[in-house]
Each structure stands twice: as C-alpha cells, then as structure tokens.
C-alpha cells in the first residue's frame, strides 16, 4: 500500500469515529434533556396538587420551611401529596392542620443522640490501690 492510500483510510475512519461521536453526544444530550423534562413536570405536578390542597398561610408556611430545613419540607410535601392521592384531605389543609403534620415528620424525623462513657481500667491506675 501506497501513503496515498494510507492517508486516505485514515482520513476516513477518523471521519466514521468523528460521526459517531457526534451521534452519541446528540444521544447523551437528548436523555438529559428528557431527563429534565420529566424533572419539570413532575415539580409542576407537585406544585400544582400543594395550591389545591393548601390555603394560602399553610403554603406560606411551607415554603419558609423549605428555606430553612429542605429535607422536612419535601418529607412534607411528599405526605401531604399522598394524603391527597388516597383522599384524606376533605378541602383545603390550613395552617393548624399544617402546624400538626410538621409535628408528625418532626417526631419521625427526630434523631436521638445517645452517649456512652468506657471508661477502661489501666493497669497504673491509682483506684485499684
């Protein structure tokens, strides 16, 4: 083989692996982009469902907790969510009823914190004497 036909071959495998890339970065791209969508809706459901369920103090409420402690506030926002999935929300959640769910995710969510002394007897110690 001549270097005419070498540089050729490689001029065009180099063009096969440059279309490929771009192939597979318009697919990696394409999933994020679903990804992201799927993201969206579900936040838009999510608020959508909280503005029918909350009075206006209780989505108040909510969205200061958020600011404060993230985590407490989508444990929230998830049990609420659910509670009015399976029904048992009958109007509008107002801010007392809020007051005693955050009560109830406080308790679940509280941490108790056990310390425990060993204390360990060394041989030079000066009780045993």
Do not use: C, H, W
Not at 7 to 23: F, H, T, V
Not at 25 to 38: F, I, L, N, V
Not at 46 to 75: E, M, Y
């Amino acid at each position: 083989m001549g270097d005419n036909e070498l540089d050729a071959i490689r001029a065009k495998r180099m063009a096969e692996m440059q279309q490929q890339q771009q192939q597979q970065g318009s697919a990696g791209m394409d999933q994020q982009q679903s990804r992201q969508e799927a993201a969206e809706r579900d936040e838009t459901m999510k608020n959508s469902i909280l503005s029918q369920v909350l009075d206006q103090n209780a989505r108040a409420r909510l969205s200061n907790i958020a600011v404060a402690k993230p985590d407490k506030a989508r444990s929230l926002e998830n049990m609420i969510i659910q509670m009015a999935r399976y029904g048992q929300i009958q109007g509008k959640m107002g801010d007392e009823q809020l007051k005693s769910l955050l009560d109830q995710v406080s308790e679940k969510m509280q941490k108790t914190t056990t310390v425990k002394f060993d204390r360990r007897r060394v041989d030079l110690d000066s009780d045993s004497d």
